[in-house]
């Protein structure tokens, strides 16, 4: 495939106006929905080939977050698209402003293997309501899934819109090196680092979602049954590869044994005793994964699983307790069903912990002490917080989702997909009536220091206190301004 001559086609296509209007964007988002809900099977039976994902996990973790961001652009984009009207300065008081969201244009769009689904054709949902034209590029790291794109993108969506690139690190390397209006990437923050410099070569704006050690910080007025299934969902759904997993607990230290026992007894309760033959407990996704996470566990702190078979890429839901900050597990993020736990004996002690390290994805915070929460909120720096469950904000359209530092850079989901997708273009419409009233800006200014140096006065903010000027305060000045203009004009 000559991927120059894809992305010159495209940009042709985007300057045609292939995707200018609302009637071209709903159509292709339809599109996309209909390659969802006719092909629903073949989709599931992919992620289960590539990550042993059960279906109802893939439904909710993957389908129907696409179908949400479709849905919630189907919903507003009328709205999205209108002129966002916005208030004048005094001196364009006459005048209407307003703000135009306007499409980039060429997009290439980055995706990870641990959610092949979602984290493709969740950013596409947007690029297109956002009226760009878009080049995909999913992980050659989920075989199964990307054959299956390979074959169905083509079917659904136009071509004049959207191309498809597979293949590895070299058909990465090859499409970095071209000319996009933005680039979409999820991944490590290492790779992210290769895309930015490659962005900046043509100064191309880059959203990059990325992950982290996220910290779940626990108190001791937790119901540790209730918030235990809520951390072991979080954590071993899709084996632990979620970038919004908890990655780490800090635990206030008396309260270690009660929550190891809690975290125990809902594993059991959703993987059964032996989850190697649960239907609802994944796979690490490949040879090279599994030993990166098998060398992270350190049997001596194991407390509950830390079982592995390499033939079957299986690693068991396993906790460690007692884990100290040197600890190796501690040195990366885990992406796997590892649950390290860390001991403190107040709050202050997990929040200089969380800020000592780069800023995470997401903050857990589980309490039902309203201070502590709040405390915790102001105190640290993090892409979200989610109080009292793990994952579940991420799955809000109304929530921006993205990292901050390390973690990330820029954010989607619902208006804010929208948005990244767009230039938001500032407007000042005028009439050449009242040019009278533009005078004073007009040389000789010697003429006219006097008025101009009066409007100056009125003009200068005050630091001390708002003053909304009302129509009628604007009249009264107009007048004033035109009197003395015609009074200076006598002379």
Same mark, same amino acid.
């Given at each position: 495939?000559?991927?120059?001559?894809?992305?010159?086609?495209?940009?042709?296509?985007?300057?045609?106006?292939?995707?200018?209007?609302?009637?071209?964007?709903?159509?292709?988002?339809?599109?996309?929905?209909?390659?969802?809900?006719?092909?629903?099977?073949?989709?599931?039976?992919?992620?289960?080939?590539?990550?042993?994902?059960?279906?109802?996990?893939?439904?909710?973790?993957?389908?129907?977050?696409?179908?949400?961001?479709?849905?919630?652009?189907?919903?507003?984009?009328?709205?999205?698209?209108?002129?966002?009207?916005?208030?004048?300065?005094?001196?364009?008081?006459?005048?209407?402003?307003?703000?135009?969201?306007?499409?980039?244009?060429?997009?290439?769009?980055?995706?990870?293997?641990?959610?092949?689904?979602?984290?493709?054709?969740?950013?596409?949902?947007?690029?297109?309501?956002?009226?760009?034209?878009?080049?995909?590029?999913?992980?050659?790291?989920?075989?199964?899934?990307?054959?299956?794109?390979?074959?169905?993108?083509?079917?659904?969506?136009?071509?004049?819109?959207?191309?498809?690139?597979?293949?590895?690190?070299?058909?990465?390397?090859?499409?970095?090196?071209?000319?996009?209006?933005?680039?979409?990437?999820?991944?490590?923050?290492?790779?992210?680092?290769?895309?930015?410099?490659?962005?900046?070569?043509?100064?191309?704006?880059?959203?990059?979602? /990325?992950?982290?050690? =996220?910290?779940?910080? %626990? #108190? !001791?007025?937790? &119901? @540790?049954?209730?918030?235990?299934?809520?951390?072991?969902?979080?954590?071993?759904?899709?084996?632990?590869?979620?970038?919004?997993?908890?990655?780490?607990?800090?635990?206030?230290?008396?309260?270690?044994?009660?929550?190891?026992?809690?975290?125990?007894?809902?594993?059991?309760?959703?993987?059964?005793?032996?989850?190697?033959?649960?239907?609802?407990?994944?796979?690490?996704?490949?040879?090279?994964?599994?030993?990166?996470?098998?060398?992270?566990?350190?049997?001596?702190?194991?407390?509950?699983?830390?079982?592995?078979?390499?033939?079957?890429?299986?690693?068991?839901?396993?906790?460690?307790?007692?884990?100290?900050?040197?600890?190796?597990?501690?040195?990366?993020?885990?992406?796997?069903?590892? /649950?390290?736990?860390? =001991?403190?004996?107040? %709050? #202050? !002690?997990?929040? &200089? @912990?969380?800020?000592?390290?780069?800023?995470?994805?997401?903050?857990?915070?589980?309490?039902?002490?309203?201070?502590?929460?709040?405390?915790?909120?102001?105190?640290?720096?993090?892409?979200?917080?989610?109080?009292?469950?793990?994952?579940?904000?991420?799955?809000?359209?109304?929530?921006?989702?993205?990292?901050?530092?390390?973690?990330?850079?820029?954010?989607?989901?619902?208006?804010?997909?929208?948005?990244?997708?767009?230039?938001?273009?500032?407007?000042?419409?005028?009439?050449?009536?009242?040019?009278?009233?533009?005078?004073?800006?007009?040389?000789?200014?010697?003429?006219?220091?006097?008025?101009?140096?009066?409007?100056?006065?009125?003009?200068?903010?005050?630091?001390?206190?708002?003053?909304?000027?009302?129509?009628?305060?604007?009249?009264?000045?107009?007048?004033?301004?035109?009197?003395?203009?015609?009074?200076?004009?006598?002379?």
């Amino acid at each position: 495939m000559d991927l120059s001559k894809v992305v010159n086609e495209l940009r042709q296509n985007f300057k045609n106006g292939v995707m200018q209007g609302i009637e071209s964007r709903l159509h292709q988002l339809q599109r996309l929905n209909d390659l969802l809900d006719e092909n629903e099977e073949l989709i599931l039976e992919a992620l289960y080939k590539d990550l042993h994902k059960c279906k109802l996990e893939s439904n909710v973790m993957e389908l129907l977050q696409v179908r949400k961001e479709i849905g919630h652009c189907f919903q507003n984009l009328d709205e999205w698209m209108s002129p966002t009207k916005v208030s004048p300065d005094l001196l364009n008081v006459l005048n209407h402003c307003e703000i135009r969201a306007e499409p980039k244009g060429v997009v290439l769009i980055i995706s990870p293997w641990n959610y092949p689904v979602n984290l493709l054709l969740s950013p596409l949902a947007g690029a297109l309501a956002a009226g760009n034209v878009v080049v995909l590029k999913p992980s050659e790291v989920a075989p199964n899934v990307c054959k299956v794109f390979e074959s169905l993108i083509p079917r659904y969506l136009d071509e004049k819109c959207v191309q498809l690139v597979s293949g590895g690190v070299l058909e990465t390397t090859a499409l970095l090196k071209l000319r996009f209006d933005h680039i979409f990437f999820t991944g490590a923050p290492s790779v992210a680092k290769i895309v930015m410099r490659a962005a900046s070569e043509h100064l191309t704006p880059v959203t990059l979602e /990325l992950g982290g050690k =996220c910290p779940a910080i %626990i #108190d !001791e007025t937790c &119901d @540790f049954d209730t918030i235990s299934k809520r951390i072991v969902w979080g954590k071993f759904c899709n084996s632990g590869q979620t970038c919004l997993a908890v990655d780490y607990i800090l635990c206030i230290k008396k309260c270690q044994d009660a929550l190891v026992n809690s975290l125990k007894k809902a594993i059991v309760k959703f993987y059964g005793e032996d989850p190697k033959g649960s239907k609802s407990y994944g796979r690490i996704i490949n040879e090279r994964h599994f030993e990166r996470v098998c060398n992270l566990i350190n049997s001596s702190k194991v407390v509950f699983g830390g079982n592995f078979d390499k033939s079957n890429l299986y690693i068991s839901p396993t906790i460690l307790s007692n884990v100290t900050a040197d600890d190796s597990i501690m040195s990366e993020e885990i992406f796997g069903p590892l /649950l390290p736990i860390l =001991c403190i004996d107040k %709050i #202050d !002690e997990a929040i &200089d @912990f969380v800020n000592s390290r780069e800023k995470p994805l997401a903050l857990y915070v589980f309490s039902t002490n309203s201070s502590v929460v709040e405390k915790i909120l102001k105190q640290t720096s993090s892409g979200g917080v989610c109080v009292n469950d793990a994952l579940v904000h991420g799955a809000v359209p109304n929530l921006p989702f993205g990292g901050i530092g390390q973690s990330g850079m820029g954010a989607y989901h619902g208006k804010e997909s929208f948005d990244v997708f767009s230039h938001k273009k500032s407007c000042l419409l005028k009439n050449q009536k009242f040019e009278f009233m533009n005078d004073i800006r007009y040389p000789p200014y010697d003429e006219n220091w006097f008025v101009i140096r009066w409007v100056q006065s009125l003009l200068r903010p005050s630091l001390k206190r708002r003053f909304r000027f009302n129509l009628f305060h604007v009249s009264l000045l107009a007048l004033i301004v035109a009197c003395i203009l015609k009074a200076l004009a006598m002379f």
